[in-house]
């Protein structure tokens, strides 16, 4: 579409002292033939704002371009309603990275402008994606996090749905004895407040309650799920054993693949389903505009304590049993039903046996200290023993754990036990690596033992997703549902489903209640975007979503294979099914197709393609280089901000081109440039893996992949592989950006200009 653009250069914040302004000007209307181009100072001004909005009115602008301090600012200042607004930015990315009034600064701020302009003369103006949505909630769960979320919801005037397998509400939280209060002084624990809270979701009005049941499918997408509920039955063992042999003969192709090479196209993988008869399992089908998954946790098998007498000495229990028993009142022993006068909590595995303790959490330590009160509220002549690895009591409740430290009858000692003996009607606790630096033994009447905290989403069938990429939420390396932990810690890889509770990870009573109310905000939030036609976390309010020129299609499979949040599906004949209330907008779909039949409308391969195409290239005779360096948004944009806010100079022959993931890099960018005489090519994007992930789950890495298979390319051009870098940056290491483009500069002055220069 063609634009009638209006640009507006500001030359406030060192811009206009730094540069020639008309220079500026002239590439815009001469070259690019704008509208109208105006400078003046600190355009985000209100009367200034309002000068911008007349001229929109006057000239019948499409299309706004500021040049001057970061888009990531004055964002809601610079949104005008009917009208795109493009940013350049000249502040940080120019004068505050480089000497002011030189040739190279001048060439660096022109050629910022020839990109921006290129950009917003590329834009399509196609309207958001907008069908009638649902703004039901589902809840997988009936839990302490279950009925909070469903609280929480209802009570925002949200229609809920809560799925609970058990044939009553509650969860664990029916077996705890004493909860803590979560109020000041934080050295005290109480009854427990499950009851009151079942009986206020029972009697809200927008709560539709499904017990005894499970979910057996959810197809669609966010604003339009389609959940099928069954009563629990057998189905539901055959469908995870189903799910387990799918997800088997996924691993065993993906090992392959690791082995061979990649095949061009493959068979899709269907997510596995039982035939059940729908006449045996009565059903019933809700449609939900998102799901909040609260299905909990299970106790991790105690049989590994074998040492420690589990299931030898019916006096060693776990923590989860001896809930039980302290429910009861006093405190007595299995074994013969006498009073408990001393009992051991051992909140530390051998982490040097076979089955160490993988699920264990800060929650064991707080449970052990909440039952030694137990002991002592109900015999204050017991005595309690916690010996421990690490004693964890995260914020408020390292006051529990200091009142704990001052009662009289309770011991704490690190020490990791070695055996339980029986003898004389008591039991022997042997322990080695203790404060004391010996080994030591104490005679109890009872040994408890902390056991991990297990989601349930490890081996029991919970969303039953009929996706593409199969049935599951994708898990990281623990089993805890995976998304980005330290930006989006409700997020999973599936948009519109919200975790929250012990799927997450393990939590106590008080963190679940929380957690789960800011999941069902999440889920109100992605209900709302996706009934406006905009997109979730992290692009949220991206009205753009991925079209496809279908007919182009080889149904080759990487973008349904590729895309980190299961947004496409397939149909029967191979090509991409895209639903884009999924779509996180990252446009790694995008970097992944090899015929380049996907685009946005703000963000396409033609676009970026056409942005690098217009920076101006110096022959070889000039000693400038020209480097481009590709960045994410969300890591490498921000941290080459603070460098310029910190005053950080480095090379002026880099230009950097911001993109939504380093995913969505087209192979035909890095020919082109290269090509064009460009004389490096540098890629930066967030850090991935345990310590810190890409925003977008795997868009890095997958481009240090794809970058590592260039070479044949290189090849093919006559160039050598040091002309493309590709590194990972974390938001706080701008410190680093001179150094990266510093040594890059060096490498390929060495290497020589781009034999293509002038072609």
Known sequence: ????????????????????????????TKEYKVALCKTDSYWSEPDKLDTIRQDIAAE???????????????????????????????????VWCQPPNEEDTQMLAEDYMRIGLIKASKYDDRPPFQE?????????????????????????????????????????????????????????????????????VLSNSKIKVFTGSRVFSISGAPGMFDVVVRPDGPWHDKL????????????????????????????????????????????????????????????????????LGYGSFPDVVTSVEFEDIAAKGQITRPSDGKPAKSIAFIDCGDQDSAHPMLFQSSVSSLVALKQAQYLRQTNPDGIAYLFYENVRTPGQYEKFYQSMQDDPGMFLSKGTPERVTNGSGTLSLELKDTLLGDKMRVKVDMVVLSTGMIPVTRDSAVVNLKYRQGPFLPENPYGFTDSHFICFPYETQRTGIYTAGCVKY????????????????????????????????????????????????????????????????????????????RCRRCGICMG??????????????????????????????????????????????????????????????????????????????????????????????????????????KGSELAEVRMSKFTETLQRLMLGPERIRVHQLAIDEFHKIPQLIGDFVETLEESGPNPYKGF
């Open 1 to 28: 579409m063609s634009q009638k653009i209006g640009v507006y250069i500001d030359t406030g914040y060192g811009i206009g002292e730094s540069l020639d302004i008309d220079a500026l000007c002239k590439v815009a």
């Open 60 to 94: 019948e602008l499409t299309m706004v371009v500021i040049a001057g301090p970061s888009p990531r600012q004055y964002q809601a200042e610079f949104t005008f309603d009917g009208v795109f607004t493009e940013r350049i930015n000249l502040r940080e990315h120019v």
């Open 132 to 200: 009638e949505v649902n703004k039901d909630i589902l809840v997988i769960g009936g839990g302490i996090a279950g009925l909070t979320a469903a609280s929480g919801a209802a009570n925002a005037g949200y229609q809920v749905y809560l799925v609970e397998k058990e044939n009553e509400l509650g969860g664990w939280a029916n077996k705890f004895s004493k909860v803590f209060t979560g109020n000041p002084p934080y050295d005290s624990i109480t009854d427990s407040p499950v009851k009151e809270i079942v009986s206020e």
């Open 240 to 307: 995870v054993k189903a799910q387990n042999e799918w997800l088997a003969a996924k691993k065993a192709r993906e090992s392959t693949e690791q082995a061979e090479t990649k095949k061009e196209a493959e068979e899709p993988l269907e997510p596995a389903e039982p035939e059940v008869p729908e006449t045996e399992f009565p059903s019933e089908t809700v449609r939900v505009g998102a799901v909040v998954v609260t299905a909990g946790w299970r106790p991790e098998d105690a049989k590994q304590f074998a040492n």
């Open 506 to 581: 393990p939590m106590d009573f008080q963190s679940s209640a929380m957690d789960a109310a800011g999941a069902a905000l999440k889920a109100i939030q992605c209900v709302e975007l996706v009934a406006k036609g905009k997109a979730v976390h992290p692009r949220s309010g991206d009205e753009s979503y991925p079209e496809l020129a279908i007919t182009r299609c080889t149904q080759c499979k990487r973008c349904t294979e590729e895309c980190p949040f299961g947004a496409y599906d397939e149909k029967p004949d191979g090509t991409p099914l895209p639903n884009p209330t």
């Open 592 to 697: 992944s197709c090899p015929e380049r039949i996907i685009s946005f409308r703000d963000h396409s391969v033609d676009m970026i393609g056409s942005m690098i195409k217009n920076i101006d290239v110096p022959d070889e005779y000039s000693e400038k280089p020209r480097i481009i360096c590709l960045i994410c948004e969300n890591d490498a944009y921000p941290a080459v901000d603070m460098a310029g806010i910190n005053r950080l100079q480095y090379s002026p022959f880099v230009r950097f081109i911001p993109l939504r993931c380093l995913g969505n890099v087209s192979m035909v960018w890095i020919s082109d440039a290269l090509s064009k005489g460009i004389d490096g090519i540098m890629l930066i994007g967030c850090k991935y893996g345990d310590d810190y992930q890409c925003h977008f789950m």
